[in-house]
């Protein structure tokens, strides 16, 4: 059974970067989709990145392109998360996630097609 763990919040400020990991332990993470989600206090849980395992595939939403990127080593299993120029906004709860390797353009942003979580990592940008 396959564990997400996040790491690397923290308090920046706006402008600056952060660079999240997700190390997973039981599998390995070719046979997935993965994703990065957020959670700001009030509001639903919003997609951030993720990237198709099998060719590499990454995929944004409009509010973070160019400025996150996505990315995995997989000598380590791990997953990471580059965010630069931060904004106060970009403050939340920042979720790993892995699903089915078949996800597309048009589904990778479906939380519910994810089917392990990590426990989560503060992200605050103050302004």
Aim: overall charge positive; hydrophobic content about 30%; proline content about 3%.
């Amino acid at each position: 059974q396959a564990q997400l763990v996040e790491s690397g919040g923290g308090l920046v400020q706006a402008g600056g970067s952060l660079r999240l990991s997700c190390a997973a332990s039981g599998r390995t993470f070719s046979s997935y989709t993965m994703g990065w989600f957020r959670q700001a206090p009030g509001k639903a849980r919003e997609f951030v990145a993720a990237m198709r395992w099998s060719d590499t595939s990454t995929y944004y939403p409009d509010s973070v392109k160019g400025r996150f990127t996505i990315s995995g080593d997989n000598a380590k299993n791990t997953v990471y998360l580059q965010m630069n120029s931060l904004k106060p906004e970009d403050t939340a709860v920042y979720y790993c996630a892995a699903g089915p390797q078949g996800l597309t353009s048009r589904s990778v942003n479906r939380e519910v097609l994810y089917n392990k979580w990590g426990q989560g990592t503060q992200v605050t940008v103050s302004s």
